[in-house]
Structures are given as C-alpha cells and as structure tokens.
C-alpha cells in the first residue's frame, strides 16, 4: 500500500504505543498494517519489538533487518537490530549493526556499550575494554561502562584496575551492583575474606538485587567459603547459584538438539562406520594450523596462552573463527552423508570463509602457525578434519574429576551447552560423551591427534612446551615462558583469566578431593576415564 494513502493516524498510535513501552499493543496494530500490505519501518520495529518481548527472536531479527533496511540512516533501528542479533548469539552481525548506529551517531554512549556487551560476549575482551571506554568518552557517568571496565579487570586478576572503575561507577550511582560485586570479588582474590564476607552478606541481603547479580554473587559466596575451607557450605552456595542461573535461562533449552543429544546422534552415526579415507590437503593462507580441543576446564586456556606467547603463532583463543560448515553440514547430526559426498569445491567454499573469519577478527597468519582454540569444537571434529585434513589436533586431558567440579563451580556466560554444566550430573554427562565421542571419531577418522597432559604440562613445563613446539613444527622460544606477562594485557576472554596471570602453579590438581563426598553420585560415570588416562595411581587416595 502507498504511504501516502495511508492513514498516518494509525502510525502514530503505532509510536504512542511504543513509547508507552506497550509493546504488545504496538505489535498487533502493526501486524494488522502490515497484513494491508503497508511498507513502513515503524510498522515492521513494533512488530520486532513485540516478537522480541514474547522470546522469538527469530522472527524478530527479520523484522528488525527490514526496519533498518528501509530506514537506514536511522541509528535506532541498527541499534535494536545489534541487540536482537546478541540475544541470538550472533555477535559479530551484533557488532557490524552497532559499527552501522555508530557511523550516523558517533557520540551516543549507549551505542559504544552495546557494541562491548557484544564484543564481551563475543570474547573479544581487547575490543570490548576499547568500546566502553570509548562510551566514557561520550558520557564519563555512563555507570554500567564503568562498571564492566571493573568487572572485566576483575576478571583478569588486575584487582587495583577494577576497583578503581568500581569506585567511579559508585560515584555515579552508589547502588551500582556490577560495582558493587567487583568489590566483593578483589576482596576475595586479595585475601580479605572478612570485609568480603561482610560486603556478600549486605549484597544478599538486599532486596534491590537483581537475580543475575544474586547468581554472581551466590558463586561468589561458593568461592569464598572453599578458601575458608567451609567446604559443604561453599558447595552449597555453589549449588544455589546454578539453581538460580538455570532458572534464568531456562529459554536456552527450549527448541532444538541440546548439546548432550548432538553428542549421541553423532556417535550413533560413528560408532559402527567403516574408517574414513584421508581426503587431501588443501593449501592454507598459513605456516601451520592447529586446533586445540579436548573439554571446558581442561587446561587449554593455559595451553593456548603459552602457545601465543611464541613469535611465530597466532591464535584467536574462543572468539572465533566460526565455522559455516558447522552450521551447514551438522544441521542433522544423525545423517553426515552429505559432509562426506560434497565436492571439493563447495568445502573449499567453506575453507576460505574460514579464513575470511580469521582475518576479520584482525589476525594475520601468513608465515605464522595459526592455533584455533574452542575445546567444544571436539564435537566438530568431522567438520574440522573434512575441512583441515593435515590441521594438527591438540588434545587436552586433565583429571575427569577435576574437569566435572570446576566446570560445576565456573561462572560461564550461558549458552546451550554451559547451561548443561550447571548440575554435576549434567557435568559429568557431558563431560563422558564428549569423551565417549572423541574415542570414536579417532578409530573413524584419519586425524593428527597430539594429547597434552595438564598435570605434565604443570609440572614439567620445559619438556611439554619444547613437545609442543616439536609437534607444531617450532623453534623453542624463551617468550613462551613469560605466558603469564602476555595474559595481564587482558587478552584471556575466559575464566582462566586469573589463574593464567598467577603463572604456573599446581593449585587446580585435586581440586576435587575435598569435594569427593559431594561428587560420589557421578564418580562412577566419570571412573572408566579416570582409569582411562591413567589417573587413579596418581591422584587417588
């Protein structure tokens, strides 16, 4: 319908109602507009909005897109579009439409912080701590920019930073909850467990709290009694935190294959397969290319940290690159036919997004060895060695039990594969199907396999690391053992953050222990891969 025979009355009460924050109202007189055949962007945001507050974002987005595509020099709708595509997971498409808001309107704060929300998720810290620092620029009172430059730095171990983004946050607003958590956790890191538990008790206390801060801070509190060695009560506390964050989160369960079940329908498909043929090597855009898998919390973080230490690597840790062969070939986990009837062409189409990938998160790795972190992609490995065939696979193995209880006491961002994490048993079945799958894939498909020991690693870090260069094709580098230098620049989007800033140390091996009444009802699971990789004699009682 032509807008100019169209009843302008109804597009105001369409933006009344909107900025009466009544989105539902909004959306039905949108829809029945657009159902007339009425073309506007107001008409498709309302519509957007509304599907957006009802949890379906998916069908939000492509309302969102056409708003800003028939308006686009209107920096709201690039901005509504960014959010939509973070509540999606979609952070870099998050990015590219907040860069678009940005470009008409460069001095809106909000703008600036939205792009680092994404970025954070998106677990590119760097450019995260640059964009709020850049909403500062815009507005030095922006109190939530302040205070996730403090939760950031808190997060990196750089506890005189985080306190003092916390201190300005709360100049703004003394309520300031983000702040008011950074203080709580540079209490605890530092050793001042008193003013820590003080600090914990108000926060818990108050009404005001939000129940994501109150998630936070119950983990927290978990932490807190583990180093006062109140151990049933840090698990207690560590239990009310997962209970309360599975119940905000519950959305990520709803629709589709959960993790677990990917899992078994890919071992389904494997585990009676004839062994694949090795298909050949393509040429890359790099000296050498690794992938560096295994499970959550089993060292790889502190791998890849000293790995990118060496002058002649480059990594991305897990911000990336995604892979679309992934998205397009594991669609059916049950049915991976077609991965293994497509042409050459059409999985080099693939490779070269690949590393179209890698050079838009601002890597280079022309004459260097490329290093793809993401210790999840082991359920990818039939994609990854379809794609990478002569890619060196790192594999790393830490305690079973130690992998399951820190992955139980870890403040993950959620997605549908943390969200299993948040019950032991949950843990622990994971945990044994990756594994269970992993062993699979290795008796099907022809891969270069290299599996790295955390505890060796710690202990004997010369040897391991001159290992890992002999396997990555390296000279041995000094630079590899100033690892924990390199991590303070805030460059670890993970919650190895503070540990890698320590430098090696051996106080994660037998976390478990204390904990082991706790984890009786999954040891049975977890015990043929203890047996397995050899560390009942070492570190059972």
Same mark, same amino acid.
């Given at each position: 319908?032509?807008?100019?025979?169209?009843?302008?009355?109804?597009?105001?009460?369409?933006? *009344?109602? %909107?900025?009466?924050?009544?989105?539902?109202? #909004?959306?039905?007189? #949108?829809?029945?507009?657009?159902a007339q055949g009425v073309q506007h962007?107001?008409?498709?945001?309302?519509?957007?909005?509304?599907?957006?507050?009802?949890?379906?974002?998916?069908?939000?987005?492509?309302?969102?897109?056409?708003?800003?595509?028939?308006?686009?020099?209107?920096?709201?709708?690039?901005?509504?579009?960014?959010?939509?595509?973070?509540?999606?997971?979609?952070?870099?498409?998050?990015?590219?439409?907040?860069?678009?808001?940005?470009?008409?309107?460069?001095?809106?704060?909000?703008?600036?912080?939205?792009?680092?929300?994404?970025?954070?998720?998106?677990?590119?810290?760097?450019?995260?701590?640059?964009?709020?620092?850049?909403?500062?620029?815009?507005?030095?009172?922006?109190?939530?920019?302040?205070?996730?430059?403090?939760?950031?730095?808190?997060?990196?171990?750089?506890?005189?930073?985080?306190?003092?983004?916390?201190?300005?946050?709360?100049?703004?607003?003394?309520?300031?909850?983000?702040?008011?958590?950074?203080?709580?956790?540079?209490?605890?890191?530092?050793?001042?467990?008193?003013?820590?538990?003080?600090?914990?008790?108000?926060?818990?206390?108050?009404?005001?709290?939000?129940? /994501?801060?109150?998630?936070?801070?119950?983990?927290?509190?978990?932490?807190?009694?583990?180093?006062?060695?109140?151990?049933?009560?840090?698990?207690?506390?560590?239990?009310?935190?997962?209970?309360?964050?599975? !119940?905000?989160? !519950?959305?990520?369960?709803?629709?589709? %294959?959960?993790?677990?079940?990917?899992?078994?329908?890919?071992?389904?498909?494997?585990?009676?397969?004839?062994?694949?043929?090795?298909?050949?090597?393509?040429?890359?855009?790099?000296?050498?290319?690794?992938?560096? %898998?295994?499970?959550?919390?089993?060292?790889?973080?502190?791998?890849?940290?000293?790995?990118?230490?060496?002058?002649?690597?480059?990594?991305?840790?897990?911000?990336?690159?995604?892979?679309?062969?992934?998205?397009?070939?594991?669609?059916?986990?049950?049915?991976?036919?077609?991965?293994?009837?497509?042409?050459?062409?059409?999985?080099?189409?693939?490779?070269?997004?690949?590393?179209?990938?890698?050079?838009?998160?601002?890597?280079?790795? !022309?004459?260097?060895?490329?290093?793809?972190?993401?210790?999840?992609? *082991?359920?990818?490995?039939?994609?990854?060695?379809?794609?990478?065939?002569?890619?060196?696979?790192?594999?790393?193995?830490?305690?079973?039990?130690?992998?399951?209880?820190?992955?139980?006491?870890?403040?993950?961002?959620?997605?549908?594969? *943390?969200?299993?994490?948040?019950?032991?048993?949950g843990a622990a079945d994971l945990y044994?199907?990756?594994?269970?799958?992993?062993?699979?894939?290795? #008796?099907?498909?022809?891969?270069?396999?290299?599996?790295?020991? /955390?505890?060796?690693?710690?202990?004997?870090?010369?040897?391991?690391?001159?290992?890992?260069?002999?396997? %990555?094709?390296?000279?041995?580098?000094?630079?590899?053992?100033?690892?924990?230098?390199?991590?303070?620049?805030?460059?670890?989007?993970?919650?190895?953050?503070?540990?890698?800033?320590?430098?090696?140390?051996?106080?994660?091996?037998?976390?478990?222990?204390?904990?082991?009444?706790?984890? !009786?009802?999954?040891?049975?699971?977890?015990?043929?891969?203890?047996?397995?990789?050899?560390?009942?004699?070492?570190?059972?009682?």
């Amino acid at each position: 319908m032509e807008l100019e025979i169209f009843d302008k009355a109804r597009l105001e009460a369409v933006a *009344t109602a %909107l900025r009466g924050r009544d989105a539902k109202t #909004a959306g039905l007189l #949108a829809e029945f507009d657009l159902a007339q055949g009425v073309q506007h962007p107001l008409l498709f945001m309302a519509r957007a909005v509304a599907l957006s507050e009802a949890g379906r974002h998916e069908e939000a987005l492509a309302d969102f897109e056409r708003a800003a595509h028939l308006s686009p020099s209107n920096p709201a709708a690039w901005s509504a579009l960014g959010i939509c595509c973070s509540k999606l997971d979609r952070f870099d498409d998050a990015v590219e439409a907040f860069d678009k808001a940005i470009a008409l309107r460069p001095n809106v704060a909000d703008f600036h912080y939205r792009k680092g929300r994404a970025l954070e998720q998106a677990l590119d810290r760097v450019a995260a701590k640059a964009a709020f620092q850049r909403a500062l620029e815009c507005d030095s009172a922006h109190s939530a920019a302040l205070g996730r430059l403090a939760y950031g730095s808190a997060q990196q171990g750089a506890s005189s930073e985080a306190r003092a983004y916390a201190d300005r946050a709360l100049a703004v607003d003394a309520q300031d909850q983000t702040a008011r958590l950074v203080h709580i956790m540079s209490d605890i890191r530092e050793g001042q467990l008193a003013q820590a538990d003080s600090n914990l008790s108000a926060f818990l206390s108050d009404a005001a709290v939000s129940e /994501h801060a109150r998630a936070t801070a119950l983990g927290e509190l978990g932490d807190l009694r583990d180093r006062q060695g109140r151990i049933d009560e840090a698990f207690e506390a560590y239990s009310r935190a997962n209970d309360l964050t599975g !119940t905000l989160y !519950t959305g990520l369960v709803a629709g589709g %294959l959960s993790t677990s079940e990917t899992v078994r329908a890919l071992a389904g498909y494997f585990e009676n397969k004839e062994r694949l043929h090795r298909f050949p090597a393509p040429g890359i855009p790099a000296k050498g290319h690794a992938f560096l %898998l295994g499970f959550l919390r089993s060292g790889t973080t502190l791998l890849e940290q000293v790995l990118a230490s060496h002058p002649d690597v480059v990594t991305l840790e897990e911000r990336g690159p995604d892979v679309d062969a992934v998205r397009h070939f594991m669609r059916a986990p049950h049915d991976l036919d077609p991965l293994y009837r497509a042409s050459e062409q059409e999985i080099q189409k693939y490779r070269d997004l690949y590393w179209q990938r890698v050079r838009k998160h601002g890597v280079d790795p !022309t004459n260097k060895v490329f290093v793809d972190k993401g210790p999840i992609q *082991t359920v990818y490995l039939p994609v990854i060695a379809r794609l990478f065939p002569d890619a060196k696979i790192l594999f790393a193995i830490r305690d079973p039990r130690d992998v399951v209880f820190s992955c139980f006491r870890t403040r993950f961002g959620m997605n549908s594969t *943390t969200y299993e994490l948040l019950t032991l048993q949950g843990a622990a079945d994971l945990y044994a199907g990756v594994m269970r799958l992993a062993e699979i894939y290795r #008796a099907v498909i022809p891969m270069d396999v290299h599996e790295v020991r /955390h505890e060796a690693f710690v202990r004997n870090f010369d040897a391991e690391a001159r290992r890992l260069c002999d396997v %990555l094709g390296l000279e041995w580098s000094e630079a590899m053992r100033n690892f924990a230098e390199r991590s303070k620049l805030g460059a670890i989007a993970t919650a190895s953050g503070p540990q890698i800033a320590r430098g090696l140390n051996q106080q994660g091996i037998g976390r478990w222990r204390p904990y082991r009444s706790h984890l !009786t009802p999954v040891l049975p699971e977890l015990q043929p891969w203890v047996e397995k990789f050899g560390y009942e004699l070492q570190n059972d009682d």
